[in-house]
């Protein structure tokens, strides 16, 4: 059976500012199609994502990042000269995964994730203190961007001013794989990459060299009996990973969730009065609008599903966005519900063996980031008329700004 084509670009307005209503059409009409915009297959369906998560054999995480749509020969110039990308992780299938996650997850000790919990605090007063006098901020530039991304320094060893180039690299990053993104915006996101990659070269060479009293020096030794350790290249996909994942996840997480709680003032006030609640709004927010909106798996040989003929080797993005929204799961899921008893339900992690290594740190994180926030702002309320804008992007979630302001009442420090 051949599905209808289903009309799919999530990049675009008004679909960009909210997909939603666009994924729940494709849940209704075409659970699974073909998108030749993207050249993949798109499922919606949270039963149909869960099976392929649970399913590596038949759906290969193996795939490339830096994939551009229809690239000039300018940029397949500046990206040859780029070290080969490998598996690792993320894009990486059994058994070599488990090598992999054993030996990451030495760098991820919960101690280590303790050890943290007091620098989040400090940082996401620091933050607050700087803008506190203003009586009005960018959320998103001010607050949910640079405390995960100075949380994320500390912790991998890395110095906290190489975040704004960081940052723009993420940016690039994410633009790179865009399609009709435009000639010049490509070169540009092309030449990023390039230098980022000398930067995670440089070091790993340092480490390598003159180890730290870090995760970036404990990723580089990491040792697990019978296992050989990590290689240069392996290494070089881990931090690029690992600076991408570690602070993007946590920056959406927090933009996407203020924005829900501001945007419902009576979601603030609960907050505000009982700060125990932080763990159920972070869960549910995860599911209301995921701060990664899906991955990428490859099949490995011809599957069926629901009718639908994927064939082998084809590409196919598996929806968290739309999953989390279904309504065969989730009781009136485009309601932001914080007694939801099944929120923690949610694929915005993922599931099975590639669920995210740093879901807990980034719970934690967002909790303690909520905490502070509404108790050292409680009256925080949003800008009202502005315009919200996302970077166009099929994986993730990315506000970009997010204006709010607040009384000269709330000068305490909390």
Known sequence: MTPEPFSFNPLVSPHLENPYPLYARARREAPIFFSPLFATWVVTRYEDVRAILHDPRRFSSSYLFRTPVDPTPEVLAVLAHLPPEVGVLVNEDPPSHRRTRALVGKAFLPRQVARMETRISAIAHELIDHMHEAGSADLVRQYT???????????????????????????????????????????????????????????????????QEDVLSALIHAQVE????????????????????????TTNLLSNTCYALLHDPALWHALRHDLTLSTRIVEEGLRYDAPVQGMFRTTTEDVEMRGVRLPAGARVFVAFGAANRDERIFAHPDRFDIWRPNADQHLAFGHGMHYCLGAPFVHLEACLALEILVQRLPDLHLVPGQPLTYLPSLLNRALQHLQVCWGVSSHAHG
């Open 145 to 211: 961007y640079p405390l995960p991304m100075r949380v994320l320094l500390e912790f991998l060893g890395l110095p906290v001013e190489d975040a704004d180039f960081i940052k723009q690299w993420c940016n690039d990053h994410m633009l790179l794989s865009v399609p009709g993104i435009g000639a010049a915006q490509q070169l540009r996101s092309a030449q990023t990459e390039a230098a980022f990659s000398r930067y995670t070269e440089a070091l790993i060479a340092a480490r390598q060299h003159q180890p």
């Open 226 to 249: 019978g296992e050989r350790p990590l290689d240069v290249a392996e290494l070089h996909v881990l931090v690029q990973q690992l600076l991408f994942a570690g602070h993007e996840t």
